[in-house]
């Protein structure tokens, strides 16, 4: 099982990166150009992680494997324990899903994977089902 994120989101990121590239040349004050092009670069900065990233997250029947920029990282089912955090940001109610190997509070050699809504293109709450009902450990 995989998820990542939406490839319309990635799409849209890129399509709106490019269109804020070109309209970058048609704007006349320096200061405003430099921040249209800023925003493209930001834009398109997003739309190549999102890519080189897919998929996110995909679970196998040794564990879990989440892919990061610096290379990926490999989670062991028999260590993994999965959280959902709910916060609220800006009013907003916010889902992250965590991915946690550390034995206890002291353990330097444990991982911890945050994950949102977006880097999953699901909602955190239902993937962590998803990887309770794959977890061999849960029957």
């Not at 034995?103 to 994950?115: F, K, M, S, T």
């Amino acid at each position: 099982m995989t998820w990542s994120t939406r490839t319309a989101e990635i799409a849209a990121s890129a399509v709106i990166g490019l269109v804020l590239a070109g309209s970058a040349l048609f704007v006349a004050e320096a200061t405003g150009r430099l921040l249209v092009a800023g925003g493209a670069a930001l834009l398109l900065a997003l739309a190549a992680r999102d890519l080189a990233q897919r998929p996110r997250l995909t679970a196998g029947p040794g564990g879990v494997d989440v892919r990061l920029l610096t290379g990926g990282v490999h989670l062991p089912w028999t260590r993994l324990q999965v959280h959902v955090r709910e916060s609220r940001r800006l009013g907003l109610r916010v889902r992250t899903l965590e991915l946690d190997t550390a034995a206890g509070p002291d353990d330097d050699e444990g991982e911890l994977v945050v994950l949102g809504r977006r880097d999953l293109g699901a909602d955190p709450a239902a993937v962590a089902a998803h990887l309770e009902r794959l977890d061999p450990r849960s029957g």
